[in-house]
Structures are given as structure tokens and as C-alpha cells.
């Protein structure tokens, strides 16, 4: 391989996970066919990572990609929560947050859990033909106030953390399928989304030690394939350059202390905390300087590619590092393709068996009967009991606060947040959390209040807005707040006063798919005993 070949396979880039450049929904991030297919056929490509589609579509997009690469590619996707909650059709569990509440009450319980929520997803994940998981998240989310990680963390305590991400690495080990802890060295005790921002963590070294890096010491004694650097500034080990770009925080602390000799991959090079401040090109270079092995998510896989080369040409970059990454790459795709040494021509196994095959592989029995004890372990069911009323159905409003209107998958006339309640009469209304100012409402309404808030990626905040605090307090103070449904965050359930919840029946479900939301609504129009 000549040298641009072997930077081409350190690039891992984002493409949309249908097959039709009509359907690519993020045209910004997402390249259409004709791109894709000289970055993967010309350039040599390495991987690629999706998002959008159900499992049957990226389960043909692979085999479509497969065909293009002169390698066989790293083929990866953040599914966290499953392999459902990227790829419709597929399990979707409740996010790892919800298995650290059940742990408080019963550990060994929530270990099984974690254990077999990471073999579920990594069975899933090669039926379709993925063979990376950007999974489990290590980090200790103990700020409340943490818009990125918030319940996407196995919990607010280290040991916690370190507990249930080596189960959830032990039950994914059952399969050929590459695991990943992340973000190192922990993007737990941040207000600020590093898709935006830089964050900046303050703490000292020791406090890094006996809190941020237990969880990856679990990880790394569990065998975990990859780790994922985080865009922070952490000025005790550097104060100068972010950990993804930093030589001193990936390799002077996770490969020489830390020991770690897998795949180092960055966190996405189109994140505002790396792109703003570097651009691409130096970004892509600084990186591999740092000891990365995987470049994820550049805009322009070409511009890295070149980039980097011209590092090597100009002395700054050895190429002997490019080898050493190369080896770990090689490493990884044999451990994902068995049959298959570096230097031989691709076989025919790398394509995916027949798509009609996996509805006998997807979304099982087992499956969603682990997904419906976990959301029913973790559930939170209090407040008063409502009498039955017979109440003109036009005076019973079904008030549905979701964190950004236009993208909520989980929502629609068919999910159980609108039909359900629809059936006793309630007529839904949806609104944004992330309006500034909300609508005005008609009055004399007896109200059910559903909200759908947590963090996530780009979702910038991860509890209720002021309007929507005013909102709840407006519902309170007319008498019309009738039951509420808090889906998501177990924050935003702190947001509620003790007096409120004595008062007013509510449930609190970590999920927020439609198996969460008909748990959900099934034991609130239980528990008020509605009869309409």
C-alpha cells in the first residue's frame, strides 16, 4: 500500500444509512452515492458510520458499500440504546441510566441486564452487518446539569459506571463485533455540549484518577476494543490543546499509563469544539500526532486524507506512525472478519445474508421481554388518585412537550403517547420545549402533560426551558394539571416540587419509545382508575 491508501483506511466517514440520495436527511455531514463511492473505491476509505434508516435498508446499504471497498470496512453506528434506536425495526432499550436506577435496589439484577442488553445489540448489529459499536459510555455523568451525556451514562457514581460497562462489554463479546468505551477521559462533569463548544474540566489529577478514569480502567481490564477520545480541555495534563488532539493526554496517558494498545478513534471531526477552533485539515493532523487510529467523521474525507500525507512528506508525521495505526486497523478487521488477512482479495461471506432473513433475527421474543422489565424495573409511579369524572371530551387536553417537534421519531398519531390517551377522550396538542415563548392555551382544560426531555447530542439543553417551567406552574395554579408523564431525564423529575408530587398522580419512565410509552399510560390510566 502506498501511503495515501494507508491514511485512507484510517478515515472512518459518516454516510446516511438509506440507499437513495433523495432520502439523505443531513446533506451537510451525509455525501451522496456518487462521493461516497469514490471516497470508499478510489481513496480506499476505511469505514463508515451511520445514522437514519430502518435495519432492512442499512442491512442493503452495507452490502452496496461492501461492493465499492477495496477492503473489507469498519462498519459503525451509536447504538447506545440498541440497535432500534438508530435503525427502526431493531431493539431499542431504554438508555443505560434507567439499568443504574434498578442497580440501587438490586445490582446482580441490573449486571444481567447491562450483560444482556450488550449481547442483544451486538447480535442485532451483525445480522444487519454493522461490526463496530460505539458503545458503552463510560463517562460518570454527576452533573445534573450535563445537556450531552445526561442518561446516555450508566450512572452518577464511578464504581457504578465501571460495574455495568464491563457487563455491558462481556455480553457484546459473544460476538464478532468491535466494542468501544467513551469519552476518554470523561465528558461526565460538563454543562457545555462539545458539539457546540470546548469544554473545560478543571479538576486536579487526583480527582481524575479516583473519578473520570475508574470506568476505563473496567473497560480496558474487560478487553474493550477501542477507545473514543472526547473534545475537552483538561488543563492539569494539557492546557493548550483538547484531549483528541493532545499527545500527552492519548498518548502519554491512555497508551503509556493507561496501557491501552487498541483502537484509539476521535470523537466526530465535524463536533464544533474540534472544528471551529482547528479546522479540518490541521484537526486531522493534530489528531494522529495526539496517537489516533481512526479519524471519525471528517467533512471532507479527502481533505484528510491529503492532509495528513502532507504532514508525512513534510517530516512532522513518521510514517512509521501511520504503520502502527495500520497494524491496530488490521488487528480490528481480522477480529470482525475471521476469514480474511490483510493483502488478500475480499470473499463473497462479507455480504450480508439475505434481507428477508431478518425478521427472524431482529427485535425477538427475549428481546423485548428484557426491554419491558427494564422500563418496568426502572419506572417511577406516585402522586394522588383523580375520582372518574364524566367529562365532555372537548374539556380533556392531551399536552405533549417534546424537546424539537420536528425530529421525534417516537412520536405520532399511531404511538401510544397520542392514541391512548385519545381513546379516553384527550385531544393531543404538541409543543416545542425549545420555543422561547409558548403558545397560548384555552383555558377550563383538564390536562394530561406528557414530557419527552433528556440529553442528547446537539439537544444543547436537558430540562425544561423556562416557558415550559411556566407552563407547569400555569396548569397548577387553574387546577387543570390533571396526571403527568415525565419521559426521558430523571433531572427534569427533580425540577418538580415534593408538593407537586403529592398531588398530582405522575409516572417518571427513563425511555421514551412507544414500548415506554404504552407501559407508561396503561399504569397512569390504571392507577386513576379512569373510566370514561
Same mark, same amino acid.
Given at each position: ?9 484510517? *478515515? ?32 480506499? *476509505? ?9 435495519? @432492512?435498508?442499512?442491512? #442493503? ?43 440501587? #435496589? ?30 458503552? *459510555? @463510560? ?18 457514581? #464511578? ?76 488543563? #492539569? ?47 486531522? *493532523? ?16 479527502? @481533505? ?229
Amino acid at each position: 500500500m502506498n501511503l495515501a491508501e494507508k491514511v485512507a483506511q484510517m *478515515v472512518v466517514v459518516r454516510a446516511s444509512g438509506h440507499l437513495f440520495d433523495n432520502q439523505i436527511l443531513y446533506p451537510e455531514w451525509e455525501p451522496p452515492n456518487s462521493k461516497l463511492q469514490y471516497w470508499l473505491q478510489e481513496l480506499g *476509505v476505511g469505514g463508515v458510520i451511520f445514522v437514519g434508516g430502518s435495519a @432492512v435498508d442499512l442491512a #442493503t446499504r452495507i452490502q452496496q458499500l461492501q461492493s465499492w471497498a477495496k477492503i473489507p470496512l469498519l462498519l459503525a453506528a451509536d447504538i447506545e440504546e440498541g440497535v432500534g434506536q438508530r435503525f427502526a425495526g431493531a431493539t431499542w432499550f431504554p438508555p443505560p441510566m434507567a439499568i443504574a436506577a434498578i442497580a440501587q #435496589t438490586n445490582l446482580k439484577k441490573a449486571q444481567e441486564y447491562a450483560e444482556t442488553m450488550g449481547a442483544i445489540t451486538a447480535q442485532e448489529a451483525v445480522a444487519i452487518g454493522l461490526n463496530w459499536i460505539l458503545a458503552p *459510555v @463510560v463517562d460518570v455523568n454527576n452533573n445534573p446539569d450535563n445537556p450531552v451525556i445526561n442518561i446516555r451514562a450508566f450512572g452518577e457514581t #464511578t464504581e457504578l459506571v465501571g460495574q455495568l460497562a464491563r457487563d455491558f462489554i462481556r455480553g457484546a463479546q459473544q460476538y464478532a463485533v468491535l466494542t468501544t468505551a467513551k469519552h476518554f477521559p470523561g465528558h461526565g462533569d460538563t454543562a457545555v455540549d462539545s458539539h457546540f463548544d470546548l469544554p473545560v474540566i478543571p479538576h486536579s489529577d487526583r480527582r481524575l484518577a479516583e473519578v473520570e478514569l475508574p470506568p476505563f480502567f473496567e473497560a480496558l481490564a474487560a478487553g474493550v476494543d477501542a477507545v473514543m477520545s472526547a473534545h475537552l480541555l483538561i488543563p #492539569t495534563w494539557d492546557g493548550e490543546l483538547p484531549a483528541t488532539l493532545s499527545h500527552k493526554i492519548i498518548t502519554g496517558q491512555l497508551r503509556q499509563k493507561l496501557g491501552f494498545d487498541g483502537l484509539v478513534v476521535t470523537d466526530a471531526l465535524v463536533m464544533g469544539a474540534i472544528a471551529n477552533g482547528y479546522g479540518l485539515a490541521e484537526a486531522s *493532523v493534530l489528531a494522529v500526532e495526539a496517537g489516533a487510529d481512526i479519524l471519525l467523521m471528517p467533512l471532507d474525507a479527502e @481533505v484528510t486524507i491529503n492532509s495528513v500525507c502532507d504532514a508525512v512528506s513534510q517530516g512532522r508525521i513518521c510514517e512509521s506512525r501511520i504503520d502502527e495505526s495500520l497494524q491496530r486497523i488490521w488487528q480490528a478487521k481480522t477480529k470482525v472478519y475471521p476469514t480474511w488477512e490483510p493483502g488478500n482479495e475480499k470473499i463473497p461471506d462479507y455480504v450480508s445474508p439475505p434481507t428477508y432473513n431478518l425478521v427472524e433475527k431482529l427485535a425477538q421474543s427475549q428481546a423485548q421481554e428484557t426491554v419491558a422489565q427494564i422500563l418496568q424495573d426502572s419506572i417511577q409511579v406516585g402522586g394522588g388518585y383523580l375520582a372518574p369524572k364524566n367529562i365532555d371530551d372537548n374539556h380533556l387536553r392531551n399536552l405533549v412537550l417534546v424537546q424539537d417537534i420536528l425530529n421525534t421519531p417516537f412520536l405520532g398519531n399511531h404511538t401510544p403517547a397520542i392514541a391512548i390517551p385519545k381513546k379516553y377522550g384527550y385531544q393531543p396538542q404538541l409543543i416545542d420545549n425549545n420555543s422561547e415563548a409558548l403558545p397560548t392555551f384555552t383555558s377550563n382544560r383538564l390536562t394530561l402533560l406528557q414530557l419527552f426531555i433528556r440529553g442528547n447530542p446537539f439537544g444543547k439543553i436537558a430540562s425544561l426551558t423556562q416557558a415550559g417551567e411556566d407552563l407547569v406552574k400555569k396548569l397548577l395554579r387553574s387546577g387543570e394539571l390533571q396526571g403527568l408523564i415525565i419521559y426521558g431525564s430523571q433531572y427534569t423529575l427533580k425540577q418538580f416540587s415534593s408538593e407537586l408530587l403529592s398531588e398530582i398522580p405522575y409516572i417518571f419512565c427513563y425511555g421514551q419509545m412507544p414500548k415506554a410509552q404504552a407501559i407508561a399510560l396503561e399504569l397512569l390510566f390504571k392507577d386513576l382508575q379512569v373510566s370514561l
